[in-house]
């Protein structure tokens, strides 16, 4: 709760970035974002930017309803920052809208704040770089290499892996929903140089079987890629790298052609899939790599992969992989006695929507949302 006069609101009390980064939470320009309020594109932009223009406590409050914002966001009181758009590993970043990536820079940070406020009430798995030989950039097997000994690494063997979105969050990666679905943003992920701690976001509009090999892909970028700077990241090898490092981790080679039917062909591929639980595109992709299968048939596959629509509709799909942290956390936290939820999200500087978007839902899987009946006057 936070004490101000009710007339005028010193603006050194609030930090006016945060209200920039209010805005591009909801993608808006500053002419959305001045319509929004119902104010002129001038004073939009005072508030946006003149430190010396004091906000007062109704154009604070109007920014927070309208923007669906709690005040408490507006205060930087844990010198949280967003993550730098240098250190964000996109797939084919040039095709994404700026006001995506900003957006998608805005929330990570209420990604690093709900992170933060369970750190430190509760003691949460930490990540810590797995010691990996990492061999010269110039061996073809480099990427092989690190996902298999990460797997030795992580005592995981050669077998399919049943969530890997649950693996992670073992080891100490902080994985959350993307805010939106949108066709130019899978996943992405980051490295947080403040508290050392790779953060990782999916979109549950995907496949299950592409989320599963998304977050293995953005899991080898984190294993990978730590050191590689803005340059670098339109790099179409460090794409590569990742996809290589996705598929050798969910499907080693090993085991992957120990256990694949004798004969190769569409339907024995769509049955075969299941056991590892990825893509038909990714299973025929596979064995084109491993070389069980020549370039004609991997070609002639792709082609009727996509005649049939199994591009766009999975055949024979797997299951959700399901972040199971965050619902475990919330039932820790709810068993204290002086928990409260909205306290939670007011603590934290975050509203119930966003909460449960990042989260999976958490909240509304601990407690469903009821909203507060209306009472209306009978004459």
Request: a neutral charge; glycine letters at 2%.
């Amino acid at each position: 709760m936070y004490l101000v006069d009710q007339k005028s609101f010193v603006s050194a009390n609030v930090d006016r970035h945060r209200i920039r980064l209010a805005k591009d939470l909801r993608r808006l320009s500053i002419k959305e974002f001045s319509n929004l309020l119902e104010c002129s594109d001038s004073k939009a932009k005072k508030i946006l930017n003149d430190d010396a223009h004091d906000i007062s406590l109704t154009d604070l409050e109007n920014i927070s309803i309208k923007l669906n914002v709690p005040i408490s966001f507006f205060y930087n009181h844990d010198s949280l920052l967003p993550v730098d758009r240098g250190q964000i590993f996109y797939c084919l970043m040039a095709r994404i809208k700026a006001e995506y990536r900003t957006s998608n820079e805005a929330y990570s940070l209420l990604a690093k704040k709900i992170n933060y406020y369970f750190e430190s009430k509760l003691s949460l798995p930490k990540f810590t770089m797995p010691e990996i030989e990492v061999f010269e950039y110039d061996r073809s097997d480099i990427v092989q290499n690190v996902a298999n000994n990460l797997r030795a690494s992580w005592g995981l063997g050669i077998q399919p892996i049943p969530n890997i979105v649950a693996l992670m969050e073992l080891k100490g990666i902080k994985v959350f929903r993307l805010p939106f679905n949108n066709k130019e943003v899978d996943a992405l992920s980051f490295y947080d140089e403040q508290t050392g701690t790779p953060f990782v976001f999916l979109s549950d509009g995907k496949s299950n079987e592409r989320q599963r090999f998304d977050a293995a892909h953005e899991l080898g970028h984190i294993i990978l890629h730590k050191d590689d700077r803005a340059e670098k990241i339109l790099n179409r090898t460090i794409e590569a790298e990742a996809d290589n490092f996705a598929s050798e981790f969910l499907m080693p080679r090993k085991s992957f052609e120990s256990l694949r039917p004798k004969h190769l062909s569409i339907q024995s591929m769509i049955e075969y899939k299941h056991v590892w639980r990825t893509s038909l595109k990714a299973v025929n992709y596979r064995c084109h790599k491993l070389k069980l299968i020549s370039d004609w048939i991997y070609k002639s596959n792709s082609i009727n992969i996509n005649s049939l629509g199994y591009h766009l509709n999975e055949p024979n799909p797997t299951y959700q992989d399901q972040s199971l942290i965050f619902q475990k956390i919330l039932k820790v936290l709810s068993s204290e006695p002086n928990f409260s939820s909205e306290k939670m999200l007011e603590q934290i500087g975050i509203s119930r929507d966003d909460f449960n978007l990042l989260t999976f839902d958490a909240l509304d899987k601990l407690e469903p949302y009821k909203p507060k009946s209306k009472l209306y006057l009978v004459e």
